[in-house]
């Protein structure tokens, strides 16, 4: 009796094997999996490291290999699953998994894109209502025809922190850290050129992408190998978090930002670039702060700000910590998806 009072999820993402969105996911799966009033069904491309993760947390998980547009048999198989698992909500993550929902209702499901980008918006066609992580995409998606009412913001949660550390000789040492995809939009590339400038600090960049090369030639180029180091992406963040003095976001294109929370939620102070979700979530010297996108000057002078000034950092990490947990602490978010959920399931059944 009380199974049946649960609303069931149908969570579906194709993704790519790392990226913002994708850990996203997975963070959302694992508390939808341990709320009680939630019944949770997951499909993903297949990834055998999403695939144990996902699993480990007792998630009813199914993959699908050849997860795309041209393949008829991928459609057939979600198909099958929304009529197998009956669920209330099917959310579908960004273009891939948007695009390979039946155009018609299997059952009686209501159908959720998840969109944390300026996606065009035709590949969301079969949805009937849309969540945005930030009020400038909802925006962007009422400006392509939506009606408003169909359109719901949500932001992203990050994790607590686990309390690890790399090692206890790093804590404090005024160590910078950058994490993110290595591509282009992320500027990583701008915090390397700023480190000749600031000979006090090391620099820790976290991630993967095919840019790796070039940020490796960039320390090279300015004598930096002493001071900057390369790590893999970790699924335990929380240890570098704990062993810098200061996080950097310095993306030339960011639609929310999720690392800067992350920041807040581990009381380490961040700097961002002036732009997209950052931009907007960071109060300058309130908490945080604000250098012009692409300007590794200001960035410079906006790190050696904030080590000069011990009160504004004290300020800027207790402002910090509280924009997370008002705003983005797991059960805040969890709460708006699932009164969200309600809501559209009760419309269904007028």
Known sequence: MVKNNKIKVLNIISGAKFGGAELFFERLACSFDKHKSIHQKIVIRSNKRRFNYLNAKNSEVEQISNFNYYNPFCFLKVEKIIKDFNPDIVLSWMNRASKILPNKKVNNEKKVGRIGGFYKIKNYVNCDFLITNTQDLKEYVISQGWDQKAVEYIPNFVNQNQNSILSKKDKNNNVILCMGRFHKNKAIDIIIKAMPF?????????????????????????????????????????????????????????????????????????????????????????????????????????????????????????????????????????????????????????
């Open 198 to 350: 600031l000979p006090k600090f090391n620099l820790f960049i976290v991630g993967n992408g095919s840019l790796r090369i070039d940020y490796e030639n960039l320390i090279k180029k300015f004598d930096l190998n002493s001071r900057v180091k390369i790590f893999e992406w970790s699924q335990d963040i929380s240890e570098f978090l704990n062993s810098c003095s200061i996080l950097v976001c310095p993306s030339r294109h960011e639609p929310f930002g999720n690392i800067v929370v992350d920041g807040w939620a581990h009381n380490i102070p961040v700097i961002v670039s002036d732009t997209g979700g950052p931009g907007k979530m960071v109060k300058h010297k309130l908490n945080g702060l604000k250098f012009e996108k692409d300007n590794v000057f200001d960035l410079v002078s906006k790190i050696k700000d904030l080590q000069s000034n011990k009160s504004l950092k004290r300020k800027i990490i207790s402002n910090g910590f509280k924009t997370y947990k008002k705003n983005f602490s797991e059960n805040v978010i969890v709460s708006k998806y699932l009164s969200f959920f309600r809501r559209i399931k009760r419309s269904c059944a007028e």
